[in-house]
């Protein structure tokens, strides 16, 4: 391959971390959870058959999650889906913004595919947290909030569906971790230094991570 050409892999390579990181924050714009208000008495502001939409967003920040418009209750029946800010989903976003940081600006390639990958595997891990911490307190609200007997067979949680916005936001940051530590694995195994004939001069190999990373060429 030219060197104009792997120079060209290695560019793009160095953006799929950064646009992975990025797009797991761009989805947390999505629905993450919903809540079926088929429940006796629905659920929040919804009335039975509609529906209650919850986003990455929501969940961070508290915001006031969607709702069936034609199913809305009537003002004086309506009772409380607004959840407080999730601490966990909070930190996702803020890691993500760190993960994007490092994947720009870092320029030694071992640090940078080991401290994404961590930073990757770490939000990954926020997340799932978070979203079993929603569904319990989802779960408990409804509960709380509901005016009869379940349906025959249904449970609390047969209401609550985790929904697309978390689970690609979810997989984005495991192909981005798996993916830096895969690069990691291969840095830390390939020798800074590859000795082709005794004495020699020794050439800097950027790829390689700078400076430190040289390979010696025979002479003559």
Do not use: H
């Amino acid at each position: 391959m030219a060197d104009d050409e792997r120079r060209s892999v290695r560019r793009f390579s160095r953006l799929l971390s950064p646009a992975g990181l990025v797009l797991a924050g761009l989805l947390f714009l999505a629905p993450f959870l919903t809540v079926s208000c088929e429940a006796p008495g629905g659920y929040g502001r919804a009335a039975p058959g509609g529906t209650t939409t919850y986003t990455g967003w929501d969940l961070a920040v508290g915001g006031t999650p969607d709702v069936t418009a034609d199913k809305l209750l009537p003002p004086e029946q309506r009772r409380s889906d607004v959840l407080a800010p999730q601490p966990l989903a909070g930190a996702v976003l803020v890691v993500l913004v760190v993960g994007v940081l490092v994947a720009i600006g870092v320029g030694r390639a071992r640090t940078r595919r080991g401290v994404v990958a961590a930073l990757a595997a770490i939000a990954a891990l926020f997340l799932l947290v978070n979203q079993a911490t929603v569904r319990v307190l989802v779960e408990e609200r409804l509960r709380e909030q509901l005016t009869g007997p379940l349906p025959a067979g249904k449970e609390v949680g047969d209401f609550v569906q985790d929904q697309g916005g978390f689970g690609f936001a979810l997989l984005a940051l495991v192909l981005v971790a798996l993916g830096n530590l895969a690069g990691w694995i291969r840095l830390v195994r390939g020798p800074d230094a590859t000795t082709a004939a005794a004495g020699g001069e020794a050439v800097t190999t950027p790829e390689q991570g700078g400076p430190a990373a040289t390979a010696t060429l025979p002479e003559g």
